[in-house]
């Protein structure tokens, strides 16, 4: 019950930013970020949904296209979609973008919805011990069991690994072989590898309108620049693993950079000069998203962890999650000039995060397995969110939502993190510390015994306090008071205020006095000492007396106040009052 007004007060400030404008549970979409996308199918200033839903897994895998709540039409996918992007391919008009859609060795282009063109990846080199093997059992010259013998040989010596028909073969029972070899022996070996990330590059300008190429990478770890209209390989590049998330930014013709993570958890940064990584970054685990926001990387990790690099790999900072990482998407707003990063968690929220600060949270019903933000309608900021069940949860921002440039989670202030500008070290800076280490245990004893001597005047001060009675409070237990002195005037008449309180639980007091000690030639008072009234404990007791200052010459003196027992010699308290210097009298 404690945690529901906090749970309440976080819906209430993400309601505050954000209109829900749709939801539906049962839209049967199955995917992730990289297969969803907006963008103007038509021309007609109306951005559309488009998704590669995975459908089963096995069969129902269809590119789904929507109009504001409804589905407006769908195409049959032949495999599993692994990427979806929207890009214009040529300066033909009306503008209108293709959907590419990587789907296994394909890349499937839409124009205006309908199938336009299909790329096939290059096949991969054959293992020629391979096809020597596979020539002999098409001349019946080995039977099943040895050709299986002489496939495990050449799997686990040969740099070129094995055809999937190969591979497939060694997977199956004895009884089965024969026939798979009858099956398949006349035809030629292929090696053909699949598409892992799909991107977009702008080929030689930055408009937001421009024409744009497609960058792949595949299984067999490498990345692929494509022509937008011939569809030709333009630029070939060479990963150390298999990309995972890609990112890409820049200009075919000018200069880019392709970030990619890959399943060996290392971030490598390609440029246009290299065929090579020219940078790399390693994680302590396996990234789970990638996201470039201005010219730095986030990126997501298993470990429930974001992490922020330079685009040359230098680590900025680190941000702890309640819960692991689903999905991450870009929040660009191009109206307002907003950039951040948002993360779909296992525990049905959604954190925005710009750099290290969580400035919103967004409770979701299910969990998000994909996130998409931008112009949807005619609706600039719009997240359009997939769940785990299946279902579609569509937000507008709203216009008058403000994004405070601080973290909201409890901890330590964000200035804390910052590092420090530490000067250099300066040549009496390293003498002293020469000096400190030599005389380390002089230096040691010297510091002890001040602080000894210290610790000896504090103690005989407050002994003499007690013992005198000076503190503004009283040591006895019988009689414990309190007391303390306001001056009010600028003279030569000064009011005098006394505030006594009986600090006793229960217990009141009296038959007390005050008397006041000063300097006759300074200062007159009608009455230096009159009774106190009987204390009721807890009151404050103001006591008013009037000080008229003789001196015309600008200096002023203490006048000590006594607060006494009838029967004792010594003071239950002791006031030290420093009356300050008539200024009526300079005046006259």
Known sequence: MA?????????????????DAHYDPVASLYTFSSCIALADLHGDGESKLVVGDLGTGVYNMKMKVYRGTSLMSENTLLDLPTGLVAFLMDQHEPRTPAVAVASGPFIYVYKNLRPYFKFTLPPLEVNSLEQEVWSQAREDKIDPMSLKEMLEGIRDKADVPLSVRSLKFLMLDPQEMEAYVNLHKQQPIRRQTVITCIGTLKKNMADEDAVSCLVISTESRDV??????????LHKMTLPSVATFMDVTG?????????VACRNGNIYILRRESSKPKYCIELSSHPVGLVRVGKNVVVGCTQETLHGYTQKGKKLWTAYLPAAITTMGLMDHHVRGFQAVLVGLANCEVH????????????????VTSICFGRYGREEGTLVMTTKGGGLVVKILKRTAVFEDRDSTPGPP????VRLSVPKKTKLYVDQTMRERENAVDMHRAFQMDLYRLRLAAARAYVKALESSLTPMSASLSEPLKMNAVVQGLGPSFKLTLNIQNTASCRPLM?????FLYDESLYHMKTAYFKIPLLV?????P??????CLSDKGISDLIKVFVLREGKSAPLLTAHINMPVSEGMALD
Request: proline share 6%; hydrophobic share 40%; no cysteine.
């Open 224 to 233: 692929y620049v494509l022509d937008p209209e011939a569809f030709t390989i």
């Open 414 to 417: 964000v200035a804390q993190s």
């Open 511 to 515: 038959s007390l006095a005050v008397s």
């Open 3 to 19: 945690t529901a007004p906090a749970e309440s007060k976080e819906n209430v400030e993400a309601n505050s930013k954000w209109l």
């Open 537 to 541: 404990p807890g009151l404050n007791y």
């Open 352 to 367: 925005l995060y710009r750099d290290k600060n969580l400035i919103s949270t967004i409770k979701t019903p299910d969990v």
């Open 543 to 548: 006591i008013d007396t009037f000080v008229e």
């Open 251 to 259: 200009q075919f013709d000018v200069e880019f950079r392709i970030t």
